[in-house]
């Protein structure tokens, strides 16, 4: 009955007004480093991009902390609530991180693509 009970209070403790952390949005297209313009602007574009984006998930990661810490103190601190609350942080914050590492990836092997055309 106790997990039960653990339920309500979560969802009572999302009803209430709340920080607001948005997802960050990946860059829609990564140039492809074989084919990019000879006049480097698809990549610069694309660095610049993407630099936004690792700066958007810096800003994502450090509102879940801040929305982690909030939505504690409103559900009065109960242990098995705040676990279920940083479990639930946690996985957001690792959606961020692992999205940023695989675009990350992709990217850099069209860098190194586009380099090696030169």
């Known amino acids: 009955m106790r997990g039960l009970l653990g339920v309500p209070l979560l969802a009572a403790a999302h009803d209430a007004p709340a ?3 948005a997802f ?9 480093g074989k084919t990019a313009s000879e006049s480097e602007s698809e990549m ?3 660095v610049s ?3 936004q984006y690792t700066g958007d998930v810096t800003t994502y990661t450090n509102c879940l902390e801040q929305e982690t810490s909030s939505t ?3 559900a009065g601190g109960a242990p098995s609530l705040v676990v279920q ?4 942080q946690a ?3 690792n959606a961020a991180v692992d999205a940023l590492q695989d675009k990350a990836k ?4 069209q860098i190194r693509a586009f380099k090696a055309r030169k």
């Open 24 to 32: 960050p949005k990946a860059p829609q297209k990564i140039p492809d």
């Open 85 to 88: 609350i940083k479990q639930l």
């Open 19 to 21: 920080i607001d952390c």
């Open 44 to 46: 610069v574009a694309a």
């Open 49 to 51: 991009e993407f630099k």
């Open 106 to 109: 992709i990217f850099n092997e």
């Open 91 to 93: 996985k957001k914050h």
């Open 72 to 74: 504690v103190r409103e």
